[in-house]
């Protein structure tokens, strides 16, 4: 059974950064999509970034473009998110996520990846 395990969140005032990290309970994380989500009180759970085992390539939801960054490590198992100039309406529960399909395609929907963490509070005060 594949666990993720996140950590890094807790509460910043608002233009401050966080660093999230989600450690991967597999031999090798090489070859898998990664993915960060969000989820705000009765809200949807929302894309927020995704990086591929190819070229370390990425991709954001348009929300958090030009402010945060995703970024992994193999050797450690771990995917990163530096969030940077954080604003209120970032607060949520941030998912960790893994897409069970090797070297597939990054996805910005919830139903493409297997795998989730238990999630870490982001509380950004005004």
């Known amino acids: 059974q594949v666990q993720l395990v996140e950590s890094g969140g807790g509460l910043v005032q608002s233009g401050g950064s966080l660093r999230l990290a989600c450690v991967a309970s597999?031999?090798?994380?090489?070859?898998?999509?990664l993915a960060w989500f969000r989820q705000a009180p009765g809200k949807e759970r929302e894309f927020v970034s995704a990086?591929?085992?190819?070229?370390?390539?990425?991709l954001y939801g348009d929300s958090v473009k030009g402010r945060f960054a995703i970024s992994r490590d193999n050797d450690r198992n771990t995917v990163f998110l530096q969030m940077d100039s954080l604003e209120p309406d970032d607060t949520a529960v941030y998912y960790c996520?893994?897409?069970?399909?090797?070297?597939?395609?990054?996805?910005?929907?919830?139903?493409?990846?297997?795998?989730w963490g238990q999630g870490t509070q982001v509380t950004v005060s005004s």
């Open positions: 996520a893994l897409n069970q399909e090797r070297w597939g395609a990054m996805k910005r929907a919830t139903g493409a990846y297997t795998y």
């Open positions: 597999v031999p090798s994380i090489n070859g898998y999509v």
């Open positions: 990086i591929s085992w190819k070229n370390q390539n990425t």
